[in-house]
């Protein structure tokens, strides 16, 4: 069984609407973290979270909330979903020691 | 302020000979760098990780990196293109310390070709 899973894989949607994107893991990480990435830009950091109670913006937080309900949980939503929010998404994990563990993405397409 | 600058957005190699992929990065502490690699529809999958001790550093696939503090360059490398490479690689660096520890910076990614 992979380490992180994301649920849904791919997702389409239409603006306005409101999404949530899910993150497990089961590493055992405090550490969680949400990206984008778009063609030509590499990842960018959305919220990052070092435990249950730590919450922090990452580079391009405008337009997304995030939720930690416990350890192994970290997820993603678009409030009033925008056709420019169409990317491959990814959550990771990691320990203390740096190294993150990537899930496979979620494909989201917002029309 | 880290940053990472990747300084090809597409190789293309023939299968067999190598590879290089090269990275420059500019930070005010001793950073952590790392290459990741990314097949097509898939996750991002950790290839080798730079934490001060060997500047040679050897990863999965035969793949391997030296840092360069003199030119703040941590270049990728294989000495023999598989076809299974063709890849989108990251080069990427990490906050040592304060409240954004451990957070990666990303580079925008070189995409690899293998030609048979």
């Known amino acids: 069984d992979a380490d992180v899973t994301q649920t849904p894989r791919n997702r389409i949607t239409k603006t306005g609407k409101r999404i949530m994107l899910e993150c497990s893991q089961t590493k055992g990480h405090d550490r969680m973290y949400w990206y984008r990435q778009d063609p030509g830009l590499g990842l960018r950091l959305i919220y990052y979270?070092?435990?249950?109670?730590?919450?922090n913006k990452g580079e391009i937080s405008d337009g997304y909330s995030v939720s930690r309900q416990a350890q192994a949980k970290f997820s993603l939503s678009l409030e009033s979903a925008i056709p420019n929010q169409t990317a491959l998404y990814f959550c990771?994990?990691?320990?203390?020691?740096?190294?993150?563990?990537f899930g496979p993405g979620t494909r989201l397409l917002v029309l | 302020a880290q940053s990472v600058t990747q300084l090809d957005s597409h190789v293309s190699v023939s299968e067999g000979t190598p590879v290089l992929l090269r990275c420059n990065y500019s930070?005010?502490?001793?950073?952590?760098l790392f290459w990741y690699v990314q097949h097509p529809n898939k996750g991002l999958q950790l290839l080798l990780k730079y934490t001060s001790a060997a500047t040679l550093v050897k990863g999965i696939n035969g793949f391997e990196a030296e840092f360069k503090k003199s030119e703040t360059s941590f270049h990728l490398t294989k000495p023999s293109a598989h076809m299974s490479d063709a890849a989108e690689y990251f080069c990427v660096v990490s906050h040592p310390y304060g409240g954004s520890q451990g957070n990666l910076i990303f580079g925008k990614g070189t995409k690899l070709s293998v030609k048979p």
């Open positions: 930070s005010s502490y001793s950073p952590s």
């Open positions: 990771a994990t990691s320990d203390s020691l740096e190294t993150q563990y």
């Open positions: 979270s070092f435990d249950v109670k730590d919450i």
